[in-house]
């Protein structure tokens, strides 16, 4: 017990920098404890680099730069934070925290982060090229930077580990599947484990529950007593329903005969396939779900049919998951759309009345307020909008792997 109590003590007096590197920009939170001290996003602006910074409170700050490159916003954040007084001279951060997404058993645990580490993840670029240099990068110019501060990996898909192995497998060899890890691992389990746990503290938790994270990325969960027993994801984010910029489920000989008929090689198709189909292909124009609907109102026939195909293709994994676990007690929406679009959520909960869930419109409409809200009829199964917590998560998640050692 006074172990416990010493861990406690610990998580709560904690300095963690969470890192979320993208192609295009940088994002970087500090925590105290489970308090969000301030964040920092690095983003391209008129041929330079501006930086946004946001204190606990959420009031932003703009901060003047002389860097050209993102590589370099690793070496400003230190500065940055103490001259807005959020992180005095003398305070050592305990750890930086790197979300893992990368297909592999290795990486669905949670793990500090060394050569070997590093190591392994550079291997796994040849698997996911798009997604991890960037991130092997970073983890780099952490090591340069910070070299006496722990960095810890968290696993977007440790969370869905507790699937029966009938939903990690592909009806494929089995002995080749464990050998080269080709199986289906489910990625967004931070923001679905986050979801989890709010259920759990909250007391809301059903038995049978689906999660629908819909953001850029998306994807469909079935949480089986608060445990993963499946989602839409598979080997890689690109499996599963339809998103921003990626077609979701398609046909392997449909992704042979893309790749011909566009004269692409490997990585071409495998960057087409993950940036410019879903809504942007659908619609021809527009990732930008708002951008979309704008149009569909306005008479577009096009934006009108990738809206119904982007709902369809939600209420499509709903009902399998529904079906695998004998039934639904309780549906969650979350992530930017799931969490602001409440057309889009009137739209797939119209095609779900089969299975007991009716939307209340006037508690549809409208913010999420405190971090959740029923939307859902009185006489309905209950349907809550919940607000992810990734980066909550992730210093769960990382407490876990400190207090170990």
């Not at 979300?99 to 070997?116: C, E, M, N, Q, S």
């Not at 994994?317 to 602001?340: K, N, S, W, Y």
């Not at 009137?346 to 405190?370: P, Q």
Request: aromatic content about 8%; proline content about 2%; some cysteine.
């Amino acid at each position: 017990m006074a172990g416990k109590r010493k861990d406690f003590a610990m998580q709560k007096s904690r300095l963690m920098l969470i890192t979320n590197p993208g192609s295009s920009s940088r994002k970087y939170a500090l925590y105290k404890g489970d308090n969000l001290v301030a964040s920092l996003h690095f983003e391209f602006e008129d041929g330079g680099i501006i930086c946004t910074l946001k204190d606990g409170e959420d009031r932003k700050y703009p901060v003047e730069l002389d860097i050209d490159r993102l590589d370099d916003a690793v070496g400003e954040i230190r500065g940055i934070l103490e001259r807005a007084e959020l992180l005095s001279a003398d305070a050592e951060i305990d750890a930086i925290i790197v979300r893992t997404v990368a297909p592999g058993d290795y990486f669905t645990k949670d793990r500090l982060i060394d050569k070997a580490f590093l190591e392994r993840l550079e291997e796994a670029q040849s698997n996911a090229p798009l997604h991890l240099p960037v991130v092997v990068k970073e983890i780099k110019h952490f090591m340069d930077g910070f070299p006496e501060t722990k960095i810890v990996s968290v696993s977007d898909t440790s969370f869905h580990t507790t699937k029966p192995d009938v939903n990690q497998y592909y009806a494929i060899d089995k002995e080749l599947a464990d050998r080269y890890g080709i199986k289906r691992f489910g990625y967004h389990g931070l923001s679905v484990g986050s979801v989890a746990n709010f259920m759990e503290e909250n007391g809301i938790m059903k038995e049978k529950v689906v999660v629908c994270h819909v953001g850029s990325g998306s994807s469909v969960s079935a949480l089986l007593n608060g445990k993963s027993f499946n989602n839409s994801m598979g080997y890689s984010p690109l499996e599963g329903v339809m998103m921003a910029t990626r077609c979701g489920n398609i046909d392997a000989s449909a992704v042979l005969a893309i790749k011909r008929n566009l004269g692409l090689d490997d990585m071409g198709v495998e960057r087409y396939l993950n940036k410019e189909t879903g809504l942007k292909g659908a619609s021809g124009f527009s990732d930008d779900m708002r951008e979309v609907e704008q149009a569909r109102d306005a008479g577009n026939e096009r934006a009108s049919f990738a809206l119904e195909l982007y709902a369809q293709r939600i209420v499509g994994q709903i009902g399998r998951m529904a079906a695998e676990m004998g039934g639904v007690d309780a549906l969650v929406f979350t992530a930017t759309i799931g969490e602001r679009g409440e057309g889009f959520r009137a739209e797939v909960l119209s095609y779900l009345g089969h299975l007991g869930f009716e939307v209340d419109e006037a508690a549809n409409d409208g913010k999420v307020g405190e971090g959740y809200k029923l939307i859902s009829k009185e006489d309905s199964k209950p349907v809550w909008v919940i607000k992810t917590n990734e980066f909550g998560q992730m210093v769960r998640q990382a407490n876990g792997v400190l207090d170990l050692m």
